[in-house]
């Protein structure tokens, strides 16, 4: 199974993505983790990128497609992944498709996550992310048992740099800009489901089981 999340930032990509991917033996696949892992190991990637994505901007598409070339030929993807923060624009997906049909394979389904622009700042406000192991929580609806602490690891729980305010606006409006418009792309290729990301982790994560099991067609909507 090879599924995409799409949504705009802090709606819920990651937590979702990785239940699906722990529930399903499916591999996650973040090009946002992989940057945010070079660029804590100081390598000439994070460094190229570190910049780019304190300031908002996506990284150059040459990059950020090498990457995933990368991520998506290694033998534990074949089986099957959750793509989460990539294609971000329509180069990339259209790279994407070419990657896919090179192996004779496509995308089974992309679902966007679908949640209003007050709610992201404020999800952004109170997003922690594990400085270890990269868990995300939320200091309103999902903290972490001890306060600063991540339940699973026990690392140090810290805000994300690009989740400042003024970052969270710009990234929205990239997101309008270049990313939305993939719901058409693959709104046409009859795929897309969107889903209504509002809701609480549990209850946006059966919804996404429940179209996972087939019981929801491509195309339909949660939202009225
Ligand atoms: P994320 O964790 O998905 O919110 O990504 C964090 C940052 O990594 C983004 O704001 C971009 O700077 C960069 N990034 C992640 N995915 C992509 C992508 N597909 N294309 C370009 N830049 C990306």
Redesign the pocket.
Known sequence: MRLLFLGP?GAG??TQAKLVAERYGLIHV???????QEVKKGSELGRL?EG??????????E??VRV?EQALSAPEAMPGFVL??????LA?AVALDKMLAAIGQRLDKVISLEVGEDELIERARTRRVCLACGRPYNLRTNAPAVAGRCDVCGGELVQ?Q?DREE?VRE?LR?YNDVTRPLCEYYGSQGILVRIDGSKTVDEVFSRISELIAGTVRPGESDRP
């Open positions: 930032p990509k990651g973040a090009p946002g983790d992989i940057f945010r990128v780019i994505m304190a300031r908002g901007e996506l990284v150059p598409d990059i950020t995933m989460d923060g990539f294609p971000r624009n990339q994300r690009d970052t990234r990239v």
